[in-house]
């Protein structure tokens, strides 16, 4: 099992930006695949960015494309999501997870963190 922590979140203007930051203990952070996802009052948790194990590969969603960039440090277990030119409707709870190497599924998850983006 990981252990993840999100934090970073805040309030921020339309068009301004937010690093979130997910820290991670336990087993070796390396071996996973982790992912940033979010869900909005009322709306079903979305998928946001992922990145492989090595940080060679990269996916993100339509809606965030060109504006979020996912990395991570393995020597600081650390996976980022820098958020640029945010909008309002990028305000939900943002949470990562680590993909299990074994199932292929998100099966660990941080307790989220909140972003909200005035307009």
């Known amino acids: 099992q990981v252990h993840l922590v999100e934090s970073g979140g805040g309030l921020v203007q339309a068009g301004g930006s937010l690093r979130l930051s997910c820290a991670a203990s336990?087993?070796?952070?390396?071996?996973?695949?982790m992912g940033w996802f979010r869900q909005a009052p009322g709306k079903e948790r979305e998928f946001v960015a992922a990145i492989r194990w090595s940080g060679g590969s990269t996916y993100y969603a339509d809606s965030v494309k060109g504006r979020f960039t996912i990395s991570r440090d393995n020597a600081k277990n650390t996976v980022y999501l820098q958020m640029n030119s945010l909008k309002p409707e990028d305000s939900a709870v943002y949470y990562c997870?680590?993909?299990?190497?074994?199932?292929?599924?998100?099966?660990?998850w941080g307790p989220g963190t909140q972003v909200t983006v005035s307009s």
């Open positions: 336990g087993r070796t952070f390396s071996d996973y695949a």
């Open positions: 997870a680590a993909q299990s190497p074994q199932s292929g599924e998100y099966d660990d």
